[in-house]
């Protein structure tokens, strides 16, 4: 009997805990959500005053990115500790932060998105998501066709699509895309699934831009010789580096070169008849709720600062005076499909459509 | 709280009891079905009919079915033998099995499947233990391997209430049938299996309803074979581009079908096949002493069930989230605990997801078990007709898949018309916890206040104690092991939860199941495996202290 009294005492003990912490958590929520009201009076002050003033910037940027994690949050620390402010990310597949752009449309909290399909950022341009930013710093000094002329996109970086490969499994790694058609590669393909990877998609209708219609015979042949849609990149590479699978098509190459400078057995070819390159867009939206903190994000997207942790990461910097890191190939090294952007932009749904019913 | 409102009907507690669930749950599941009915914003049944009955949705659906009855084969091949075994040998004086058995179902399904993945894939873990099963191993990546995969997580369900039955039917009525000169088979055909046959529907059911609302398992595994069901259907619609929330719904709808028609069933069958086995006699339980072929015989099968269902995933869990490099497989020195110390490190995103799902399930955990405590004290005896109702939507949550909700919750909350700006907070993803397993507490709390007798409560008022005096001092304490179990389990679950975390959780947030999908998807799998084993320790270790607390109790 006694014991148990005192083992109620221990039961009293620890709901007197739980207490405690819902009254002072509940005191942390409360603090949250009238932060949540905060930044509208301190961007409305901010939007007077230019960013190239040196008034200091104040209140928040909400970014949705498509970008490798690692790199996201390196940016995302960059800017902070040089500006200031804070920064709200949403990390996902370019089909995930689409999918959370159209769910939030009644209610937008986004001022930034980053893709990693340029014409992607293309439609959104086209159906008035986005709004120019004339004045971005460094715009100028991007590559050709990685800005467009409105200003709305800002290809900050890029990745090339390649065929990587396990080196364990590996000798003689496939030159072309059609040679994956071939008996030995039967079951050991996969690709990354394009509606979800913004690049696979932009491989697709690439190749499907410069052979037309008759570059679906390519995709039904891969079908039948066992190529599996699997997920996004990185699912598509993973098993590539583990060696359940021999190769990975269409992949995006900086996870590649990181991989192999982790010490993992894979490596990458680009095809010889070509591939695509992939501008990641950044862009700013319409509807941007902290529209000057947003100026300045792009800003530093295109410092020398966030462009070397743009090279760091392996992927090509969109700066032509910044170069790729100097173990993976250049820019001017790959050979490219011919393709229009303008021609992916406006079949890219079709073709997803279409791939899906091949693939699934 | 009126300790006394069973008289009055519909009292201010009962109003505000159902007050409180009607905006949490009813609505949020009704906005599911009318969506699920309107197609561009006008009411039209027929065409969203439509969409139920083109040709893609037949197939997911019945692959949702056929999956739910494949699993239900496969977990009772797993549990019956199990159930028999712990019930009437030797077997079942092992305290340890008992807490055994429950790790499959413990281990959040994504993860699991996930270690299944790497295990079996070509050049997998079991080819490099065992190079000659390369050429099985490539079976497994197909329905007969996906409902293995889930029968081995959801067997313990079917386990625990076929062990709890044949216990019950006693030694009594076999030894009559054995004096009688039936044999081993013949008692089992004609007195053990009808005994056991309400029971073993109902779990069977269950695993049924679990198995269709599996999102997890689906997700990882499902995907990577093609097969795909109602519920990733569902997260695609809703979280991948082009969404489609018309057809999420829809899907929504059916699935909510699905499972609201099966518990009917389970309602039905159980009134149906009722046995009255306990009687005054109490009951004698004398285990049987096995023999050592038996004995040997049983311990195999024991061994095998908990090598495939706790043995196979976790040592590609554990593995994983030590390699050093991925490609390197189980070479000697390709360990390290580096991603551990990543992990635990301030400030990581990782250590980030973790505090947040520590946090969050901490403040879910108590909100739910506040007001799980005033909804069963509402509830009481189920006698008003607001008690009944206010049982029933409490209950809500248990019942529908936890997709269903989620989804129900995004359109109320993110609706234009809606006034309160939760949605994208921290507060919504504590709410939709709370909604979630919200269920758990009010059944423990009613659990432990049926057993009050209402004495207590009498001589409380006899004493010229006042209703709050009442309910501090004599219900309260007494119903406080219930609360701290619902609180408890609350904890454990919410901190691993993962289809509504990835639906609702605010843009820039992650906890440990989304950081650890994520990284499945985007990052590092090894890390992805360390946060999982870190995850599943801590909330196992909880439920270890609770389940050490509740036998001090006894």
Redesign the interface.
């Known amino acids: 009997m006694k ?2 009294a005192l ?2 005492g ?3 003990s ?2 007197m805990i ?2 405690l ?2 009254s002072a ?2 005191g942390q ?1 409360s603090t ?2 009238s932060n ?1 009201g905060a930044p509208e009076p301190a961007s409305a002050q901010s939007a007077e005053a230019p960013p190239s003033e040196t008034k200091k910037p104040s209140g928040k940027v ?1 970014v ?1 990115t498509a970008g ?3 790199l996201a ?1 390196k940016i995302l620390e960059g800017f902070q500790a040089k500006t200031g402010l804070t ?14 752009l ?3 449309k ?2 937008p ?2 001022d930034i998105v980053v893709l990693a399909s340029w014409p ?1 950022g293309m439609s959104m341009k086209q159906e008035g998501w986005t709004q120019a930013y004339t004045e971005a710093v460094h715009a100028d000094r991007l590559y050709d066709g990685w800005v467009d002329e409105d200003r709305h996109l800002f290809g900050y970086s890029a990745s090339a699509l390649g065929i990587t490969y ?1 080196t ?2 590996v000798d003689n790694p496939p030159s072309d895309w059609s040679d994956l058609t071939d008996a030995q590669w039967t079951g050991a393909v996969n690709i990354p699934d394009p ?2 990877s913004g690049s696979a998609l932009d491989f697709v209708s690439g190749y499907l831009n410069q052979y037309g219609e008759s570059g679906w015979s390519l995709f039904d042949a891969l079908k039948q010789n066992g190529v ?1 849609m ?6 598509a590479l ?2 590539v ?5 021999s190769v990975v098509m269409a992949g995006v190459d900086y996870m590649a070169y990181s991989a192999k400078a ?5 490596d990458i070819v680009y095809p010889a008849s070509g591939t695509v390159i992939n501008p990641r867009p950044a862009m700013i939206l319409k509807d941007a709720p902290n529209l000057d903190n947003a100026k300045l994000f792009i800003d530093y997207l295109l410092s020398d600062e966030a462009q070397a942790l743009v090279a760091n990461a392996y992927l090509l910097p969109g700066r032509t005076d910044v170069p790729a890191k100097e173990d993976r190939t250049q820019v001017e090294e790959i050979k490219l499909l011919q393709y229009d952007w303008n021609w992916m932009s406006e079949n890219g ?1 079709d073709i ?1 459509t279409q791939f899906m019913n091949v693939f ?1 | 709280m009126q300790v006394r409102s069973g008289r009055t009907r519909f009292s201010w507690g009962t109003s505000l009891a159902i007050g409180l669930l009607v905006p949490a749950i009813v609505i949020p599941l009704c906005l599911v079905i009318l969506n699920s009915l309107m197609v561009d914003g006008q009411f039209d049944p027929l065409t969203a009919l439509g969409v139920v009955l083109a040709p893609g949705v037949a197939s997911v659906l019945s692959n949702t079915l056929l999956l739910g009855l494949l699993v239900v084969a496969g977990a009772t091949a797993i549990a019956f033998p199990m159930a028999y075994l712990a019930a009437k040998t030797e077997l079942g004086e092992k305290r340890w099995l008992d807490v055994v058995i429950i790790i499959p179902f413990m281990t959040p399904p994504y993860i699991g499947s996930m270690g299944w993945i790497l295990f079996m894939q070509p050049r997998g873990f079991l080819e490099e233990l065992a190079p000659w099963t390369a050429a099985l191993t490539p079976q497994f990546f197909s329905l007969g391997g996906l409902v293995t995969i889930m029968s081995f997580h959801l067997y313990p369900f079917l386990y625990l209430m076929l062990r709890n039955s044949i216990q019950r039917i006693g030694q009594g009525y076999e030894e009559a049938g054995a004096l009688h000169g039936a044999g081993f088979g013949y008692r089992l055909r004609r007195i053990v299996i009808p005994l056991l046959f309400g029971s073993y529907l109902m779990g069977a059911l269950l695993v049924f309803v679990k198995t269709i609302a599996e999102f997890g398992t689906p997700a990882t595994f499902g995907r990577k074979i093609g097969f795909y069901v109602l519920t990733t259907e569902i997260h695609r619609l809703t979280s991948s581009w082009p969404i489609d929330f018309g057809k999420a719904t829809a899907l929504a709808s059916i699935l909510l079908t699905a499972s609201l028609t099966v518990w009917y069933l389970q309602s039905v069958m159980s009134r149906k096949f009722r046995y009255q086995t306990l009687g005054g006699k109490g009951l004698r339980t004398r285990p049987s002493r096995l023999r050592l072929l038996g004995k040997s015989l049983s311990w195999g099968y024991v061994g095998i069930v908990l090598l495939l269902s706790i043995g196979v995933p976790y040592f590609s869990i554990i593995v994983a989230s030590l390699q050093k490099l991925r490609g390197n497989g189980l070479a000697w020195g390709n360990f390290t605990l580096d991603h551990y110390a990543r992990l635990l490190s301030w400030g990581s995103p990782g250590f980030k997801a973790l505090t947040n799902s520590i946090g969050l399930a901490l403040l879910a955990a108590t909100f739910a078990a506040v007001i799980g405590t005033f909804l069963a004290l509402q509830i009481r005896g189920s006698a008003t007709k607001g008690q009944k109702t206010t049982d029933l939507f409490s209950l809500l949550p248990n019942t529908v898949p936890g997709i269903v909700i989620a989804v129900g919750l995004v359109l109320f909350w993110n609706a234009k018309w809606m006034p309160i700006p939760l949605y994208n907070t921290y507060g919504m993803a504590v709410l939709t916890y709370v909604v979630f397993f919200l269920p758990y507490t009010v059944q423990y709390v009613k659990a432990s206040f049926s057993q009050l007798d209402d004495k207590l409560f009498q001589a409380g008022r006899v004493y010229g104690g006042t209703d709050w005096y009442i309910f501090r001092r004599i219900a309260l304490p007494l119903l406080l092991p219930g609360i701290v179990a619902g609180w408890m389990m609350t904890f454990t679950i919410s901190a691993r939860e993962l289809v509504a975390s990835l639906m609702l959780l605010p843009p820039s947030m992650h906890v440990s199941a989304t950081y650890i999908f994520s990284q499945f998807e985007q990052g590092e799998v090894s890390m992805g495996m360390a946060m999982a084993v870190l995850t599943v320790s801590l909330t196992t270790i909880i439920l270890v202290i609770m389940n050490q607390l509740e036998s001090y109790r006894k």
């Open positions: 014991k148990q083992m109620r221990k039961w009293a620890l709901l739980a207490m912490t819902l958590c509940g929520a949250q959500s949540q909400v949705y490798p994690a690692g949050d920064v709200e990310q949403f990390q996902g597949t370019t089909g995930k932060v689409l999918a959370r159209e769910a939030e009644s209610n909290v986004a992607s396990n364990k499994l509606s979800l599996t699997a997920g996004a990149n990185q699912e993973d098993p580096v583990t060696g359940a699978k982790k010490g993992e057995p894979v749904d997803t699934k």
